[in-house]
């Protein structure tokens, strides 16, 4: 049996291996449930529509018609947002646009990579996060 050790550095994941090598296989549903996990966005206003202006500009197309909005269970009124990215890298191109007009709108973005460690995005770390994001996901 072959695993890879590189992201399991923390004692809750040593853990976890240990049980996996003593073979109890309980373990491995929730390893792989786990692992799974999906990068999640949440943005946050105190301001009625807000999150919908936002969105629906982000999510404009060249020709001023929306594209996919129906999809992003997002409302006019809506004061809170939450998506799970598959591909991670997508979150840049929406992390780097947030950072870019945050003056604009009055909305708070967090984003979580790891499972229940959710970082608060400013214009002073959305760089930072943004080469993060490709070094940790560089497909």
Known sequence: MYIKFEFFHTKFYKEIIKMILLKRRHV???VILYLQMYPIVRFYSNKDGEIFNFLSKFYKNSDNKLKNISNLNV????????????NPIE??????????????????????????VFIKITPNNADSIIRYLYERFPY
Not at 78 to 83: A, D, I, N, T, V
Not at 97 to 110: L, R, S, Y
């Open 75 to 86: 409302f006019l009124h809506s004061l809170e947002w939450e998506k799970e990215y598959e």
């Open 91 to 116: 979150i840049a191109t929406l992390l780097g646009v947030f950072a870019d007009n945050n003056e604009d709108f009055n909305i708070v973005m967090w984003i979580c990579l790891d499972k229940g």
């Open 28 to 30: 491995w549903h929730f």
